[in-house]
């Protein structure tokens, strides 16, 4: 029977100029694992990315299970009278920072939860597996000419597996 569990950000790679907005907040990862739309990054005035990293080692994924994809969401919203703005989302690993999956999103002008994809192979090609979520690395990137015309307030991965059947022997009775 097919599982999941959601991971939220744990850590910051980089932030090339995306302002954070909320009360108490010093890193993008804290914001885009809130869940609320009052804290937010704000895109900045040319271009710019901000990356984050998942949890090492959850303790979520039960021993011996499989994993099966690992679906990406992204929650954002266009400033109203910016025009049309997108996102691009890029899913990449640790090892290799330079491959990576993209996926361009146009924002709407009401805080979107959108579905960004399922990935059933790491940006590298190789079977999902719990060392291979620990390099997962989600980066937004955002090349507009407006300052904060995006606003990305969520960030998260859900990760579906499934665990293998066991088989029990026992001696014959009677």
Same mark, same amino acid.
């Given at each position: 029977m097919a599982q999941s569990f959601q991971l939220l950000p744990s850590g910051d790679i980089e932030n090339d100029g995306w302002s954070l907005v909320g009360s108490s907040v010093t890193e993008v990862w804290e914001i885009l694992s809130? $869940? +609320?739309? $009052?804290?937010?990054?704000r895109c900045p005035q040319y271009r710019g990315s901000a990356s984050v990293s998942f949890p090492i080692d959850s303790d979520d994924l039960p021993d011996g299970a499989v994993v099966d994809s %690992? &679906? %990406?969401? !992204? =929650? !954002?919203? &266009?400033? *109203?009278?910016?025009?049309? =703005?997108?996102? #691009?989302? @890029?899913?990449?690993?640790?090892? @290799?920072? $330079? =491959?990576? #999956?993209? =996926? &361009?999103?146009? *924002? #709407?002008?009401?805080? +979107?939860? /959108?579905? %960004?994809? #399922?990935? &059933?192979?790491?940006?590298?090609?190789? *079977?999902?597996?719990? /060392?291979r979520i620990n390099k997962l690395r989600l980066r937004v990137y955002c090349l507009n000419n407006l300052f904060d015309s995006i606003q990305v307030s969520q960030l998260y991965v859900r990760v579906n597996y499934h665990l293998k059947p066991s088989v029990q022997v026992t001696a014959p009775s009677g």
């Open positions: 809130a $869940s +609320t739309d $009052s804290c937010y990054i %690992v &679906t %990406v969401f !992204m =929650r !954002m919203k &266009t400033v *109203a009278g910016s025009g049309p =703005r997108s996102v #691009t989302l @890029n899913v990449l690993s640790s090892e @290799n920072m $330079s =491959r990576y #999956t993209s =996926r &361009t999103l146009q *924002a #709407t002008s009401a805080f +979107t939860e /959108h579905e %960004v994809g #399922t990935y &059933t192979r790491d940006p590298l090609g190789l *079977a999902w597996d719990i /060392h």
